[in-house]
T-cell receptor
Framework: GAVVSQHPSRVICKSGTSVKIECRSLDFQATTMFWYRQFPKQSLMLMATSNEGSKATYEQGVEKDKFLINHASLTLSTLTVTSAHPEDSSFYIC??????????FGSGTRLTVV | GQQVMQIPQYQHVQEGEDFTTYCNSSTTLSNIQWYKQRPGGHPVFLIQLVKSGEVKKQKRLTFQFGEAKKNSSLHITATQTTDVGTYFCASYSSASKIIFGSGTRLSIRP
């Protein structure tokens, strides 16, 4: 089946630094990818929609200057958390539609900001 | 915006008992999807329902889409320890984005 590879799986960074998370579609082209954030014991909240070759669209309340999204190719989307703070600590997951009914999710990135 | 409410939030059952989670929407849904997320893992697609009144089965799992396409349910018969996880319903928004329900966390007593 379709695979979305997400890296890194875990990252610990110091407050004020930036962290880049990558998502790659391995065996299909993803013109659109979705980025979610999930706090412990909560549901997935859509942050933004990443569009290949154009600007990402952000959900209400998500700071586009803080969460930079780049979709440079049909198989790669990146999310950069800039000037990270402890409240940004969360589980970040990307997903893409591979052609079937459902969406394929990356394995997620657990970000801890200390 | 579109919201999908899911109940219960938690369910703790004895192994072998049945389990049901429900999703409700105030608006008509074009479709409903169900995902399972194991503890520490990522959501995995289970199924999609599109038609009014549709019922689909996957082994011990039965999925239903309401006649009015405003609600859906997932029923697991005779739960096993491998069923542990959080079950999410989800639906497409008008912008083809997936909006997730709040999830039902299932835990099982062996």
């Amino acid at each position: 089946g379709a695979v979305v590879s997400q890296h890194p799986s875990r990252v610990i960074c110091k407050s004020g630094t930036s962290v880049k998370i990558e998502c790659r579609s391995l065996d299909f082209q993803a013109t659109t990818m979705f980025w979610y954030r999930q706090f412990p014991k909560q549901s997935l909240m859509l942050m933004a929609t990443s569009n290949e070759g154009s600007k990402a669209t952000y959900e209400q309340g998500v700071e586009k200057d803080k969460f930079l999204i780049n979709h440079a190719s049909l198989t790669l989307s990146t999310l950069t958390v800039t000037s990270a703070h402890p409240e940004d600590s969360s589980f970040y997951i990307c997903s893409a539609r591979s052609g079937g009914d459902g969406y394929t999710f990356g394995s997620g990135t657990r970000l801890t900001v200390v | 915006g579109q919201q999908v409410m899911q109940i219960p939030q938690y369910q703790h059952v004895q192994e072998g008992e049945d389990f049901t989670t429900y999703c409700n929407s105030s608006t008509t849904l074009s479709n409903i999807q169900w995902y399972k997320q194991r503890p520490g893992g990522h959501p995995v697609f289970l199924i999609q329902l599109v038609k009014s009144g549709e019922v689909k089965k996957q082994k011990r799992l039965t999925f239903q889409f309401g006649e009015a396409k405003k609600n859906s349910s997932l029923h697991i018969t005779a739960t096993q320890t491998t069923d542990v996880g959080t079950y999410f319903c989800a639906s497409y928004s008008s912008a083809s984005k997936i909006i997730f329900g709040s999830g039902t966390r299932l835990s099982i007593r062996p």
